[in-house]
């Protein structure tokens, strides 16, 4: 099912059976602010992605698949761009792979 981040945040949250105070102690922010990030008002800092995947039990690999599709939606949506830029960008993301792979070869 596809949801924002922030909706993702909250049905995860609510399976817990966390409320909005309990897992915004656990993420070190305060509740209204987490009210606002599921709600679509604000975004989410990908600094505490860490410290989400703990406190929802939810595979660190899963949230951040979560919260950079969203947010590379959003950018996308907002900035009128065709789903080409999506095929582009994953071709990059292979070349620099490779590259990356490459300089870490030591020859002799």
Do not use: P, W
């Not at 409320?19 to 509740?31: F, P, R």
């Not at 990030?37 to 690999?61: H, M, P, T």
Request: glycine share 4%.
């Amino acid at each position: 099912m596809l949801t924002t981040f922030g909706e993702y945040i909250r049905k995860h949250r609510a399976e817990k059976g966390l409320t909005l105070t309990q897992l915004a102690a656990k993420i070190g922010m305060d509740s209204a602010n987490l009210s606002k990030i599921e709600n679509g008002r604000r975004s989410f800092d990908e600094k505490r992605l860490k410290s989400l995947s703990q406190a929802l039990e939810i595979d660190i690999e899963e949230i951040k698949m979560e919260y950079f599709s969203d947010l590379f939606a959003h950018k996308l949506y907002h900035s009128n761009c065709s789903s080409e830029t999506l095929v582009l960008a994953e071709k990059k993301v292979k070349y620099l792979a490779q590259k990356s792979a490459k300089q870490g070869k030591i020859t002799f």
